[in-house]
């Protein structure tokens, strides 16, 4: 089958336009889409909290239903907007790494002015009140514990093992490629499951919530935007596994790996600001 009849195969997967607007090459829905969905988490998260307290403005299943439906939207937007970057470009061979390694570097500035944006809101609220529980989070540990530590070693190990992942791919050795490529997956979902038992414990057990003042809400809105783009990393590893798999990746044909890995390598570098600024920051004031 030649490359122009696997593409009209797959030709399906993409509400997209070929050429539009009209001089300005192919054009897709499907960033729109993702970009509507995660729009939706913050409309949700918002709805959440105007159903709280003791004069709640909406009812309480607004903001958790808003949430779920924006995570099938993103979901869905991402599947395809992945689908038409990378996957529909290897059954065509068409190749377009230079642009998409600098949209990527784009999408990755924009993430920096939003995580900078959360980091100014939490200096300017440092000098306030932190709240009542606070100082009983630090005086039992529970602020910066072992699990933080682990948590953090775990995800700096995941940026390890990914770069050497795209180094053995790079270098032809497809075995040891897929082998770090599924570990660096693996850690990264443990990540993700050590940071909901610290929510769990947090609010089960320290009664320490999103509205217990500034500090909670930088905190809670802090990690949780960054447990959001830990899954969606995740996400995006998951794909670029199961297209390992099925081989799908050359040391010439790579591209979807480096764009994937320039965002873990983000992620992971974002979360030791946080540790430096949440946790270790809090113990430091106090």
Known sequence: MSHADESDDHSHHLPAVDDWPKGFGEASWWPFITAFGAAGFYI???????????????????????????????????????????????????????????????????????????FVYYFFVRSDVWGENLPHLVESGSIFSSLVIINTVILIISSVTLHYAHVALRKGDHSRFKNLLGVTLLLGIIFLGGQV?????????????????????????????????????????????????????????????STVSMYWHFVDVVWVFLVVVLYVGAIVEL
């Open 197 to 257: 038992y610290e929510y769990y414990e947090f609010i089960v057990h320290e009664n320490f919530t999103i509205l217990d003042g500034a500090y909670a809400s930088a905190f809670y809105g802090l990690t949780g935007l960054h447990g959001l783009h830990v899954s969606l990393g995740a996400v995006l590893l998951g794909i670029v596994f199961v297209r390992a798999l099925y081989g799908q990746y050359s040391a010439e044909k790579h591209t979807s790996v």
């Open 44 to 118: 949700g998260a918002s709805l959440y909290v105007l159903s709280t307290g003791d004069s709640p403005i909406v009812p309480s299943l607004y903001g958790p239903a808003v949430f779920i439906a924006s995570t099938f939207v993103f979901l869905t937007g991402l599947y395809g907007w992945v689908y038409h970057a990378f996957v529909k470009s290897y059954w065509s061979g068409e190749g377009h790494s230079v642009g998409l390694k600098l949209g990527m570097l784009a999408f990755l500035g924009s993430e920096v002015a939003t995580f900078g944006a959360g």
